[in-house]
């Protein structure tokens, strides 16, 4: 578990540098995850544009006050990625994001 923020260091250090990532989202009976860019991150809001050319514009929205933080770098990421932090909603709905290796 990480702090708030140094999760907020890495979110905005992945938006300032625009790194691709795959934003996988997951919760009671669902399961959905998209490629793209985090454009936006708040004190307490962050902004997910998908990549995917085939389809329709969107956009995630994710509230993070009273979140729990997890990071994990290369030999603890899934294979494909170089890092993953998630973010737990107080809900237990979680968000990762994994920073895809080049």
Do not use: H
């Not at 995850?33 to 936006?40: A, K």
């Not at 708040?42 to 997890?70: H, K, Q, Y």
């Amino acid at each position: 578990m990480i702090s708030a923020y140094n999760a907020l260091l890495i979110l905005r250090k992945w938006q300032r540098e625009a790194y691709p990532l795959r934003l996988a989202m997951a919760g009671e009976g669902f399961r959905v995850g998209f490629n793209g860019r985090i454009c936006e991150v708040g004190d307490t809001e962050l902004a997910f544009l998908m990549d995917e050319p085939n389809v329709l514009a969107g956009e995630a929205s994710i509230e993070l006050a009273n979140c729990r933080f997890e990071y994990g770098e290369s030999r603890e990421a899934r294979p494909g990625f170089s890092a993953i932090l998630t973010i737990v909603r107080p809900d237990g709905t979680a968000f990762m994001f994994g920073e895809i290796r080049p």
